[in-house]
């Protein structure tokens, strides 16, 4: 059965940082990574799909990269802003529809 | 408008009512889904559906029913709803055509079971 771990569980940083979080998943069998942003009794927004086959994407300020053989990711924010404070989620697809993670639940300070 | 709509995006109801949660998609997609999410459990899967004569059970569907009525429409039903079904529901879908295909999710319907 796969399993999907986040850490850290919260993450609070000071605005402009750069900061990571990790994605681990049990097993490397995955058609793709997704990663998505919610905010707090909202939906999930997908911010950026990684298939199987690539190492990583990037989208403006955020960068997602993909270790299948490990089994990890992890999404690179740089120069943290405010309106980045949001619980991330990372989901892998493969046999079965998508298995999530916890999430983290980031908070940028001004 | 939304790709994904769910209806209706907030419910309070009374233990052993049935209720109907329902999702309309505009994307064309073949696969739809719905999940609940409960704090410190995370999203779980509860039903899907890869065609509309393909149903199929998640990790959690004691309790829940669903209808795919259409291509474009995935319902999930609480036949006698309790306290412990109070979370919050996403619909989802995706496109059934490729291997590596992006998900995409309604706003979710937050249900209360008094």
């Known amino acids: 059965k796969q399993e999907v771990t986040q850490i850290p569980a919260a993450l609070s940083v000071p605005e402009g940082e750069n900061l990571v979080l990790n994605c681990s998943f049990t097993?490397?069998?995955?058609?793709?990574l997704q990663w998505f942003r919610q905010d707090p009794g909202k939906g999930l927004t997908s911010l950026l799909l990684?298939?199987?086959?690539?190492r990583e994407q990037t989208s403006g300020r955020l960068n997602a990269s993909l270790d299948k053989s490990s089994g990890r990711s992890t999404l690179y924010i740089a120069a943290s802003q405010p309106g980045d404070s949001a619980t991330y989620l990372c989901?892998?697809?493969?046999?079965?529809?998508?298995?999530f993670g916890k999430g983290t639940r980031l908070s940028v300070i001004a | 408008d939304a790709d994904v709509t769910q209806t209706p995006r907030n419910r309070i109801t009374k233990t052993g009512k049935r209720i109907m949660l329902e999702c309309s998609q505009t994307k064309g997609h073949d696969r739809m889904y719905w999940y609940r999410q409960d704090p410190g459990l995370g999203l779980r899967l509860i039903y899907y559906s890869f065609d509309v004569k393909d149903i199929n059970k998640g990790e959690i569907s004691d309790g829940y029913s669903v209808s795919r009525q259409a291509q474009a429409k995935f319902s999930l039903s609480l036949e006698s709803a309790i306290p412990n079904q109070t979370a919050l529901y996403f619909c989802?879908?995706?496109?059934?055509?490729?291997?590596?295909?992006?998900?995409?999710f309604g706003q979710g319907t937050r249900l209360t079971v008094v």
């Open positions: 989901a892998v697809s493969g046999n079965t529809p998508l298995v």
């Open positions: 990684i298939q199987s086959s690539q």
């Open positions: 097993d490397s069998a995955i058609y793709n």
């Open positions: 989802a879908t995706s496109d059934g055509t490729g291997i590596s295909t992006e998900a995409f």
